[in-house]
């Protein structure tokens, strides 16, 4: 299955909030290195001057329209 997401996509929760960056996908920290998980995927956003980051279910996002296109 394709990736759904790619690196530096803007995202944002189907249920609304606000538009986050995809970093890449989630992975599992193990002794062999880093195992990526396929269907999750590591965003950041900003809250003000703190910048935030949470992994999220791909189920649970959705790519932001391009409004310059």
């Not at 790619?6 to 989630?26: E, N, Q």
Request: glycine share 8%; with cysteine; aromatic share 8%.
């Amino acid at each position: 299955m394709a990736d759904k997401f790619k690196a530096g996509d803007v995202i944002k929760l189907k249920l609304g909030g606000r538009s986050m960056t995809v970093k890449g996908h989630a992975s599992k920290h193990t002794a062999d290195g880093n195992i990526p998980i396929a269907d999750k995927y590591e965003c950041f956003w900003m809250d003000g001057a703190k910048l935030q980051k949470a992994i999220f279910q791909e189920d649970a996002i959705m790519l932001m329209e391009n409004k310059n296109s």
